[in-house]
């Protein structure tokens, strides 16, 4: 793989309808030169890097705030990591956590989008009969 | 501008500080470049003797080699960061990049370059994600002027 060349994680959210066989056929009807893998979590897309650059641009229209992307660093088959040859998949217990947040950063990014104030409320202070309450309550126990 | 994120392999801060229009500065790049190089016989298992004094750049003789080996890949990126954005707590930061000495050492390099940076806390509800995308966001968009 040359420097040029460039792997990348394509990711949906749980809470998108797209499939990654969707994503597989569109990157297939935009006829450009890329390897494509189908992955239980979306796909895996390997090129050169405006190639993949441009595929990623256009992949990103169908659903904007659930499909996520990052680069990866191993090639698509990559012996050391590929579990068809009994590769090590050391990374896959965070991509699955990140991968189950993904709906909860959707409604930020939908939030951020229409410019709506997000802020926590908040915190107060613990009123001094409550605390007394809970003082009591272990004191007793 | 180029952003340095942690934890350095972030799906989420990487999508992100993309989608906002600027270069994350990952450790997945960093190893790409490893382990797709032919001057390693079997990379990343091994490291070359440029490795070794890269770490010794970041850390001193005397600290632990797994440390050491770390920042030799972390350190050329702080080095070429000119933001950065910390996600403190994240529940995945076990394994690789689980060292908390080295992640410690990371967080006062970042620092001592006094370029901005943003630290936030991993959301675990709906509310505080929103929260922490709109800092995102604008520290992200503060960044252009």
């Known amino acids: ?85 009994h590769g090590s998949r050391p990374g896959f217990t965070q991509l699955e956590k990140e991968w189950k ?16 104030i997000c802020e926590l409320p908040k915190r107060k202070k613990l009123p001094i009969s409550e ?3 809970i003082c009591e ?5 | 501008m180029k952003v340095f994120i942690v934890p350095p392999n972030s799906l989420i801060l990487f999508d992100l500080v993309e989608r906002f229009g600027h270069q994350p500065l990952s450790i997945m790049e960093a190893i790409g470049e490893k382990v797709n190089s032919k001057e390693i016989e079997s990379p990343p ?14 850390a001193g003789i005397e600290v632990p080699s797994g440390i050491r080996g770390r920042l030799a890949v ?15 707590d ?18 006062l390099l970042v620092r001592k370059r006094k370029i901005p ?7 675990t509800s709906e509310e505080e994600a929103k929260v922490v995308v709109k800092r995102v966001k604008e520290f992200l968009e503060g960044l252009k002027k």
Do not use: W
């Open chain 2, 74 to 88: 972390y350190g050329p990126l702080i080095d070429e960061a000119e933001a950065a954005i910390f996600m403190e």
């Open chain 1, 131 to 133: 605390m007394k309450r």
């Open chain 1, 1 to 85: 793989m040359s420097q040029k060349s460039e792997t990348r994680y394509i990711v949906i959210a749980p809470s998108s309808s797209i499939t990654p066989d969707q994503i597989t056929r569109f990157i297939h009807t935009m006829a450009v030169d890329v390897q494509i893998k189908e992955t239980c979590f979306g796909v895996i897309v390997q090129g050169e890097r405006q190639v993949v650059a441009n595929v990623l641009t256009e992949v990103r229209k169908l659903d904007p705030n659930r499909l996520f992307s990052k680069v990866r660093g191993y090639p698509i088959g990559d012996g050391r990591r590929c579990r068809a040859e």
């Open chain 1, 101 to 116: 947040d993904l709906p909860m950063f959707e409604v930020g990014l939908n939030c951020a989008n229409d410019g709506k």
């Open chain 2, 117 to 123: 940076l943003l630290e936030l806390e991993y959301p």
């Open chain 1, 137 to 141: 309550e272990v004191c007793e126990q």
């Open chain 2, 90 to 107: 994240a529940p995945y930061m076990f394994g690789c990049v689980g060292c908390a000495r080295t992640n410690e050492l990371v967080k």
């Open chain 2, 45 to 58: 298992l091994n490291v070359t003797v440029d490795d070794v004094k890269k770490g010794l750049k970041y």
